[in-house]
């Protein structure tokens, strides 16, 4: 036998564990320290028979309600009262037991869960949901057993008859949150989007290249987003995102491409992406190089092929990208060279001289970017991210003194050398490489894979992708280290979770709802009629009709002696022959005002009352006396 208040306080307790543990790594310190505290206090407060006065909890909440909101503003909403809540919920763990104490604490526990999600929404936010639901529900059926009786204890067999039902509530819950969720709409922009204060770091890939602002190279390994594709060649996993065609003050920047250019999109057979970027703060849309089109959301391409979208700083969106891998990108129309060779008059002397030297001994442009190709081999450069040249001449020490150096060092020297040798370039931005996954069959693309290269104009072909980087010692094997590391693999295959989430959750919106009702509507449209249809469709419905009739007989349940008599019975008395509700079987005996009723009544009663059977002489007697008293009806 189980208490049953025991198995109730056991379930409370898991409830606000899971609805707190996806909040409690997003907590200040004190809640984190008061809600493990409150728990065990109220556990040991609950075994030695204390009940503390409720007005102390009372102040307490007053005290510490006070303290975080005289911390709201209006840049400073969600961290306040998510610490609240948690500190609300741990003082109702300390506080009294008591139905109403155990509904404050289920509710408390669901609103910790939604508070979550102003954070972060991750595949652990499903299974607590998917878990609350069930135990809140059992805690709901509990405590209906627990306000008639605090004192009730039950058996095994009344667990497990109990557990029957909590499982055919949870799963009937669960359906219907399945079905909700599918047809339910819902809002375009999430709520902790709109937050104040709830905006997301930026990407490795920056609003602009400058190199030698800083020492060393700290690359995140947080996700940038994912693309679902077919594996390609790792030379061939350059993600295009954006393109700066000025350099002022020691930085590259992006400037609109003078009017009138325009790219011609490559042709041939499309490679395919979907692509899921999480949310950031610059709009630019990767694709593989070179993107011919992008679809599934609103954006803006400009002359150069750079792709613009608000929607994917506001929110977790998808998009399809079809590119044709390549390294050239032609256009309809000449450039304009002088805006593509312009240079800043403070360039780096050494690197000025040699752009003057190539520029004098190059007869055409191919010739000069060779020209620069072997100044690169021959300086015999080395790939790092520690010990970088810093200063306005960081590039001519990363040239001709350090020797050292990462991609913007390499794309930015050779964008200049080039221009300063009369070659149009620029500096494109994007990201190389990826971690593919077998399982999911999509690229995970980071932080660390953040990178630059150059974009070479060549008369005749047009922009010419040239990745100085390659030159480098160092390179290749930092490719093959990312792509070896068995942590990194590791990480990856336990990403295809995180993937498929929001693929099914995070990315299931209005407009996915209506993608799913418009190719219903074509599928009906679509549909055909048989000749025949309509005849074997009746044959069917009077197949499936007969074998329900048959199936409903042979699951009738076949009445008692007992039962049988104590209906014949009440037929004589009731004209529908139902018993009302609230009448013995003694008071419509004494309806009928006949000894034979009331000795009926009183034989019934003695076995059939006393949870025994009747006996045969009993029945017989029985019988005799029913159709007496149906002949006397007929009669009268």
Known sequence: MMRLNRLLEILVLLIALIGVIPLYPHLEPLPRVILPTAA??????????????????????????????????????????ANLLAIFLAVRLAGERSN????????????????????????????????????????????????????LALSRPELATLGKVIACSGGASLLLMLFFFAILPRTQIPLWD????????????????????????????????????????????????????????????????????????????????????EAGKLPYLPGINVTARIS??????????????????????????????????????????????????????????????????????????????????????????????????SLDLFLFDRKQGYCEFFASSLALIMRGAGVPSRVVGGYYGGNYNELGGYYVITDELAHAWTEIYLEGKGWVTVDPSTWASGFAELGNERNRSLSRRLATMADTLNYYW???????????????????????????????????????????????????????RRLSPEERLLRQFVALVEPGGEMPPETGILELATRMEDPRAIRFAMLYSSAVYHDRPLGREERRELSSLLKALRKDRRRS
């Open 194 to 277: 709109t937050m104040p204060g709830q905006g997301r770091k930026a990407s490795g890939l920056s609003d602009r290249v400058q190199p030698g602002s800083t020492t060393a190279i700290e690359a995140g390994r947080g996700i940038v987003f994912r693309a679902a594709m077919a594996p390609l060649d790792s030379q061939q996993l350059y993600w295009r995102a954006v393109v700066f065609n000025r350099y002022s003050a020691g930085a590259w920047v992006r400037q609109p491409p003078p009017p009138g250019e325009e790219s011609i999109r490559p042709r041939g057979a499309p490679v395919r992406q979907a692509i899921f970027p």
């Open 40 to 81: 065990i206090a109220g556990l040991i407060l609950q075994r030695k028979g204390i009940r503390p006065p409720a007005s102390l909890f009372t102040a307490v909440s007053l005290l510490l309600f006070l303290f975080y909101a005289l911390r709201f503003g209006r840049d400073n909403v969600v961290v306040p009262a």
């Open 502 to 556: 929001e693929l099914a959750v995070i990315t299931y919106d209005l407009e996915r709802q209506l993608q799913l009702v418009n190719r219903a509507g074509e599928q009906m449209h679509r549909l055909t009629m048989p000749k025949n249809l309509r005849r074997n469709g009746l044959v069917a419905v009077l197949a499936v009709a007969a074998i329900s009739i048959v199936v409903l007989l042979a699951r009738r």
């Open 100 to 151: 109403r104490a155990y509904l404050q604490t289920c509710a408390l526990a669901l609103f910790c869960l939604a508070a979550s999600t102003l954070f972060s929404l991750s595949p652990l936010f499903l299974v607590a949901l998917v878990m609350l639901l069930v135990l809140i529900v059992s805690a709901l059926v509990l405590l209906t057993f627990n306000e008639t009786d605090p004192l």
């Open 296 to 393: 599934g959301v609103r954006s803006t391409t400009a002359g150069d092929l750079v792709t613009t979208s608000p929607a994917v700083t506001r929110r977790r969106t998808t998009y399809e990208a079809f590119s044709a891998p390549g390294d050239t990108l032609a256009l309809r129309r000449p450039i304009d060279r002088p805006f593509y060779l312009r240079l800043p008059k403070d360039l780096p002397p050494r690197l000025a001289a040699a752009a003057a030297k190539i520029g004098r001994t190059g007869r055409t442009d191919q010739e000069r970017l060779s020209l620069a190709r072997e100044l690169f081999r021959s300086l015999d450069l080395r790939y790092a991210t520690r010990n970088l040249p810093t200063g306005s001449n």
